[in-house]
Protein backbone atom coordinates (compact mmCIF):
# COMPACT_ATOMS: atom_id res chain seq x y z
CA UNK A 1 0.00 0.00 0.00
CA UNK A 2 1.23 3.46 -0.59
CA UNK A 3 -0.32 6.47 1.52
CA UNK A 4 -0.17 10.06 0.51
CA UNK A 5 -0.38 13.04 2.49
CA UNK A 6 -0.68 16.59 1.32
CA UNK A 7 -0.44 19.78 3.09
CA UNK A 8 0.31 23.34 1.89
CA UNK A 9 -3.06 24.78 0.74
CA UNK A 10 -4.78 27.60 1.61
CA UNK A 11 -6.56 31.61 0.92
CA UNK A 12 -3.99 33.54 -1.24
CA UNK A 13 -4.60 36.42 -3.98
CA UNK A 14 -4.13 36.64 -7.01
CA UNK A 15 -0.73 37.09 -8.27
CA UNK A 16 0.63 35.12 -4.35
CA UNK A 17 2.89 31.97 -4.45
CA UNK A 18 1.86 28.20 -2.61
CA UNK A 19 3.79 25.61 -2.19
CA UNK A 20 1.81 22.19 -2.31
CA UNK A 21 3.55 18.80 -0.62
CA UNK A 22 2.95 15.12 -0.86
CA UNK A 23 4.43 13.12 1.91
CA UNK A 24 4.84 9.08 -0.12
CA UNK A 25 4.69 6.51 2.40
CA UNK A 26 4.46 2.58 2.46
CA UNK A 27 5.05 0.62 -0.95
CA UNK A 28 6.88 2.57 -3.60
CA UNK A 29 7.90 1.94 -7.38
CA UNK A 30 11.00 2.80 -8.80
CA UNK A 31 8.93 3.68 -12.10
CA UNK A 32 6.09 5.28 -10.99
CA UNK A 33 4.47 8.57 -11.98
CA UNK A 34 3.27 10.68 -9.09
CA UNK A 35 0.94 13.57 -10.05
CA UNK A 36 -0.90 16.13 -8.87
CA UNK A 37 -4.40 16.79 -10.03
CA UNK A 38 -7.28 19.24 -9.06
CA UNK A 39 -11.13 19.49 -8.94
CA UNK A 40 -13.07 22.66 -8.66
CA UNK A 41 -16.65 22.76 -7.90
CA UNK A 42 -18.54 21.49 -10.43
CA UNK A 43 -15.94 20.72 -12.75
CA UNK A 44 -14.00 17.11 -13.30
CA UNK A 45 -10.92 16.29 -12.04
CA UNK A 46 -7.80 17.78 -14.36
CA UNK A 47 -4.12 16.68 -14.27
CA UNK A 48 -1.99 19.69 -13.19
CA UNK A 49 1.43 18.28 -12.99
CA UNK A 50 3.20 15.06 -13.12
CA UNK A 51 6.68 13.70 -12.67
CA UNK A 52 8.45 10.45 -13.14
CA UNK A 53 9.83 9.36 -9.71
CA UNK A 54 13.30 7.93 -11.46
CA UNK A 55 13.31 9.89 -14.57
CA UNK A 56 12.40 13.03 -13.29
CA UNK A 57 10.62 13.79 -16.40
CA UNK A 58 7.78 16.03 -16.34
CA UNK A 59 4.14 17.09 -17.85
CA UNK A 60 2.16 20.51 -16.88
CA UNK A 61 -1.01 20.84 -18.22
CA UNK A 62 -1.36 24.34 -20.10
CA UNK A 63 -3.16 26.35 -18.20
CA UNK A 64 -0.51 25.82 -15.74
CA UNK A 65 2.98 25.90 -17.70
CA UNK A 66 5.20 28.53 -16.77
CA UNK A 67 3.40 29.32 -13.83
CA UNK A 68 3.44 25.75 -12.12
CA UNK A 69 6.82 23.85 -10.87
CA UNK A 70 6.45 19.71 -9.92
CA UNK A 71 9.58 18.52 -8.12
CA UNK A 72 10.52 15.28 -6.17
CA UNK A 73 12.53 15.41 -3.34
CA UNK A 74 14.09 11.19 -2.97
CA UNK A 75 15.28 11.47 0.55
CA UNK A 76 12.72 13.00 1.87
CA UNK A 77 9.84 10.76 0.22
CA UNK A 78 8.18 14.04 -1.14
CA UNK A 79 6.60 15.87 -4.59
CA UNK A 80 6.44 19.28 -4.20
CA UNK A 81 4.18 21.52 -6.69
CA UNK A 82 5.47 25.67 -6.70
CA UNK A 83 2.25 27.50 -7.86
CA UNK A 84 3.05 30.88 -9.11
CA UNK A 85 1.41 33.88 -10.11
CA UNK A 86 -2.06 31.95 -8.96
CA UNK A 87 -5.26 33.19 -10.59
CA UNK A 88 -8.82 33.17 -9.33
CA UNK A 89 -9.05 30.01 -11.40
CA UNK A 90 -6.64 27.86 -9.73
CA UNK A 91 -9.13 27.73 -7.10
CA UNK A 92 -9.71 24.01 -6.81
CA UNK A 93 -8.86 20.96 -4.45
CA UNK A 94 -5.67 19.83 -4.76
CA UNK A 95 -4.86 16.18 -4.59
CA UNK A 96 -1.65 14.39 -4.97
CA UNK A 97 -1.70 10.61 -6.44
CA UNK A 98 0.59 7.91 -7.65
CA UNK A 99 0.70 4.88 -10.28
CA UNK A 100 3.07 2.45 -10.92
CA UNK A 101 4.08 3.18 -14.56
CA UNK A 102 4.45 5.97 -17.12
CA UNK A 103 3.41 9.59 -16.81
CA UNK A 104 -0.74 9.59 -17.70
CA UNK A 105 -3.21 12.87 -17.46
CA UNK A 106 -6.32 10.37 -16.50
CA UNK A 107 -7.31 10.14 -13.57
CA UNK A 108 -8.56 6.62 -13.67
CA UNK A 109 -5.41 5.31 -13.93
CA UNK A 110 -4.23 6.27 -10.47
CA UNK A 111 -4.22 3.94 -7.46
CA UNK A 112 -3.48 5.85 -4.95
CA UNK A 113 -4.64 9.11 -3.60
CA UNK A 114 -4.29 11.87 -1.09
CA UNK A 115 -7.03 13.15 0.72
CA UNK A 116 -6.70 16.86 -0.96
CA UNK A 117 -5.94 20.47 0.59
CA UNK A 118 -7.93 23.28 -0.62
CA UNK A 119 -6.33 26.01 -2.29
CA UNK A 120 -8.42 29.54 -2.50
CA UNK A 121 -7.10 32.25 -4.82
CA UNK A 122 -9.10 35.53 -4.08
CA UNK A 123 -8.86 38.28 -6.71
Known sequence: ?????????????????????????????????MAWFRQAQGKEREAVALINWSSASTYYAASVEGRFTISRENEKNTVALHMNSLKPEDTAVYYCAARKGSLQTNAKYYSYWGQGTQVTVSS
Open 1 to 33: QVQLVESGGGLVQAGDSLRLSCVVSGRTFSSST
